[in-house]
Nanobody, 125 residues
Framework: QVPLVESGGKSVQTGDSLRLSCAAS????????MAWFRQAPGKEREFVAT????????YYADSVKGRFIISRDGTKNTLYLDMNSLKPEDTAVYYC??????????????????WGQGTQVTVSS
């Protein structure tokens, strides 16, 4: 497993932008994808976006498509999530994950074996 630490979460207003970061404390060479998931109060954790670099693919949940951008700096072992046009329904704890998913698991929690502790994003109307 790869230790992951998220940062960047804070309280913002509707329409604002925010960048989340996820730093791996050591090489992610044993993985081939990193992703963002989120969990709102009283709800299950859900997929947000993934960077499946071994396949050169990125995937997004429909709810964030066109507003969020996932990117990765391999030289820094860091994953980013640029969130634009934020809405109150984006309020959640955002978790970073790393793993070696396959096609059927790349957008599910089961595809990832390393998880961060989460960072809170609150969007006020």
């Amino acid at each position: 497993q790869v230790p992951l630490v998220e940062s960047g979460g804070k309280s913002v207003q509707t329409g604002d932008s925010l960048r989340l970061s996820c730093a791996a404390s050591r090489s992610t060479s044993g993985t081939n994808a990193m992703a963002w998931f989120r969990q709102a109060p009283g709800k299950e954790r859900e997929f947000v976006a993934t960077n499946w670099w071994i396949r050169g693919k990125t995937y997004y949940a429909d709810s964030v498509k066109g507003r969020f951008i996932i990117s990765r700096d391999g030289t820094k072992n860091t994953l980013y999530l640029d969130m634009n046009s934020l809405k109150p329904e984006d309020t959640a704890v955002y978790y970073c994950a790393a793993g070696r998913p396959i096609s059927s698991t790349v957008t599910t929690m089961t595809g990832y074996t390393s998880w961060g502790q989460g960072t809170q994003v609150t969007v006020s109307s």
